[in-house]
């Protein structure tokens, strides 16, 4: 069986591409023959059949078709998010389209961000919903929500949708679970306990909640201001093309935030760190106390199915995805509550050890039903069903 992939791919530092590399690299075993349709990144990479092909141009249009016509899958796979294709992304589904009626292709497509579109959108976006689902045989997404979503807003038949979870990070080298960190980039983290935000900056990921929510357990807990250091881990998105505007936007409210460090005097508390190495990601997730992940939109996230690998307390909005993973851990908590969430954090703060072992349960049955063994499994069911 032929797969062919359209989507984002590394080195783009993006959470679909990553998705859509970590599917490619474990379907090795299965037997499927993986094809991979992206944009033209001018990376080499090493083997595998990856077409660098995508763009809005006259030209890449007809290298998207020819590479089609050259891979001859039996299914197209289609990682979506408006995002990545940008304006590109009506013309991309035309092309689809077309080839899918001339050679009776089979078209799934996983929507990574039904409801944040939706919302973002509104009628125009639940309108295009519509009709990209109706070209898609079969969809697939993450989570409960983004189906309801498809299901009552646009009128897709539930039979039509599959959920499958976004699935863990596998790290296979205990080694880099193990190491801890002293200092990163510049800042000493020596014998601090660590409240750690990792991701892009931006204004859905709620980063100012944490903010207040760190100046009022500082007000209630003046001890914990020597213990303690809230590290911002990640930078502002880049941007290309009409989206430069939103990349303006991000770096506004990163601005806002760095005021707001400093009208709470948290300057030696709130740490903005930009972005880290690549080699250093899993030690400062395992240096940390407490993961906190304050969004005020998400569909999924790929940064909480990296951080669950570590028994790290994560505290969370109980919103999307994150609260349908969390829920159990009673670590879920409304954005906007900025003293329920510090009561959050001062509750892991002050006794670390006495949490560890339920986190531990909870978190080694929250991995098994969203291993990376269970997502490649679900795929492979629904492969093969429309193969048939």
Same mark, same amino acid.
């Given at each position: 069986m ?5 989507s984002s791919?590394?080195?783009?530092k993006e959470?679909?591409g990553?998705?859509t590399?970590?599917?490619a690299d474990?379907?090795?075993s ?5 094809s991979?349709?992206?944009? #033209?990144?001018?990376?080499?990479y090493?083997?595998? #059949?990856?077409?660098?092909?995508l ?5 890449n249009i007809?290298?998207?078709y020819k590479?089609?016509?050259t891979?001859k899958p ?5 990682q ?9 992304s ?5 092309? *689809? ?6 050679n009776k292709?089979?078209?799934i497509?996983?929507? /990574? ?7 973002l959108?509104r009628a125009p976006?639940?309108?295009?919903y519509s009709?990209?689902s !109706? ?6 997404? /993450? ?5 309801q979503?498809l299901i009552?807003q646009?009128?897709v038949h539930?039979n039509?949708i599959?959920r ?6 596998d790290?296979?080298?205990k080694?880099?679970?193990n190491?801890r960190?002293r200092i990163?980039?510049?800042?000493s983290i020596?014998n601090k ?5 990792? $991701?892009?900056?931006h204004?859905? =990921?709620?980063i ?18 020597s213990?303690?250091?809230? *590290?911002?881990s990640?930078?502002? @998105?880049? @941007?290309? &093309?009409i989206f430069?505007y939103?990349?303006?936007?991000d770096?506004?409210y990163? #601005? ?5 460090v400093?009208?709470?005097k948290? =300057?030696?508390n709130?740490k903005?760190l &930009?972005?880290?190495?690549e %080699?250093?990601?899993y030690?400062?997730l395992? !240096?940390s %106390?407490v993961?906190?992940?304050?969004y005020?939109k998400v569909?999924? !996230? $790929?940064v *909480?199915n990296l ?12 919103? $999307?995805g ?11 908590v409304k %954005?906007?509550? /900025? ?5 959050k954090i001062?509750?892991i703060?002050k ?7 339920n986190i531990?349960?909870?978190y080694?049955?929250i991995?098994?039903?969203n %291993? ?7 795929h492979?069911a629904?492969?093969n069903?429309?193969?048939e």
């Amino acid at each position: 069986m032929k797969i062919c992939f359209i989507s984002s791919y590394p080195p783009e530092k993006e959470g679909v591409g990553r998705f859509t590399k970590r599917l490619a690299d474990n379907f090795k075993s299965t037997g499927i023959e993986i094809s991979v349709l992206t944009f #033209n990144y001018k990376f080499i990479y090493n083997g595998g #059949n990856i077409y660098q092909v995508l763009g809005a141009s006259p030209k890449n249009i007809l290298a998207t078709y020819k590479s089609l016509t050259t891979v001859k899958p039996d299914i197209i796979h289609l990682q979506y998010a408006t995002p990545i294709y940008r304006m590109y992304s009506p013309l991309l589904w035309f092309i *689809l389209w077309i080839y899918k009626k001339r050679n009776k292709v089979k078209l799934i497509v996983t929507f /990574h961000e039904v409801g944040r579109e939706t919302e973002l959108l509104r009628a125009p976006g639940i309108k295009y919903y519509s009709v990209m689902s !109706s070209i898609a045989d079969r969809i697939i997404v /993450h989570t409960k929500e983004a189906e309801q979503i498809l299901i009552k807003q646009c009128n897709v038949h539930a039979n039509k949708i599959s959920r499958i979870p976004l699935g863990l990070y596998d790290i296979a080298l205990k080694e880099k679970i193990n190491k801890r960190l002293r200092i990163i980039n510049g800042t000493s983290i020596a014998n601090k306990k660590i409240i750690l935000f990792f $991701g892009y900056i931006h204004i859905d =990921k709620g980063i100012d909640n944490l903010i207040e929510a760190m100046n009022i357990l500082y007000i209630n807990h003046p001890e914990e201001k020597s213990k303690s250091i809230v *590290l911002i881990s990640g930078d502002v @998105r880049p @941007r290309k &093309g009409i989206f430069k505007y939103f990349g303006y936007l991000d770096l506004k409210y990163k #601005n806002r935030l760095i005021k707001l460090v400093k009208d709470y005097k948290l =300057k030696d508390n709130v740490k903005f760190l &930009g972005y880290i190495k690549e %080699s250093t990601i899993y030690p400062l997730l395992n !240096s940390s %106390s407490v993961i906190v992940m304050p969004y005020k939109k998400v569909e999924q !996230s $790929g940064v *909480l199915n990296l951080a669950l690998n570590f028994n790290i307390p994560v505290i969370a909005s109980n919103i $999307g995805g994150l609260n349908e993973i969390l829920a159990e851990t009673k670590l879920t908590v409304k %954005s906007e509550n /900025h003293r329920l969430l510090q009561e959050k954090i001062y509750f892991i703060l002050k006794d670390k050890n006495k949490n560890k072992n339920n986190i531990k349960i909870m978190y080694a049955k929250i991995r098994k039903a969203n %291993s990376l063994k269970v997502v490649i499994n679900n795929h492979v069911a629904i492969y093969n069903k429309m193969y048939e």
